[in-house]
Nanobody, 122 residues
Framework: QVQLVESGGGLVQAGGSLKLSCLAS????????MGWFRQAPGKEREFVAAISRSGSLTYYADSVKGRFTISRDNAKNTVYLQMNSLKAEDTAVYACAAGRLTATIQRVYDYWGQGTQVTVSS
């Protein structure tokens, strides 16, 4: 079992930056690939970024490529999402997930955090 807790969300102006953190407890996070997903009001949850167990492989949604960076510190059991040049359309609840594969699809992720709200004002 893995418990995931996100932090770092908040209100930011368009063009600003935020850094989200996802702390894993229980089984060490280095045993899992990790992903970030987001869900905006009235929309389905969508993939944002993923990182492999070692951190050597990363994937990004086209909508965030070049603006967001996913990273991990296995010694701290923490995964990060650095978000730069934020846009109003990035407003959503962001959740991290732990899974068996480094993938963009949700069904390979077995454990999910509750999420943290990111609001970008235009």
């Amino acid at each position: 079992q893995v418990q995931l807790v996100e932090s770092g969300g908040g209100l930011v102006q368009a063009g600003g930056s935020l850094k989200l953190s996802c702390l894993a407890s229980g089984r060490t996070s280095s045993s899992y690939a990790m992903g970030w997903f987001r869900q905006a009001p009235g929309k389905e949850r969508e993939f944002v970024a993923a990182i492999s167990r070692s951190g050597s492989l990363t994937y990004y949604a086209d909508s965030v490529k070049g603006r967001f960076t996913i990273s991990r510190d296995n010694a701290k059991n923490t995964v990060y999402l650095q978000m730069n040049s934020l846009k109003a359309e990035d407003t959503a609840v962001y959740a991290c997930a732990a899974g068996r594969l480094t993938a963009t699809i949700q069904r390979v992720y077995d454990y999910w955090g509750q999420g943290t709200q990111v609001t970008v004002s235009s």
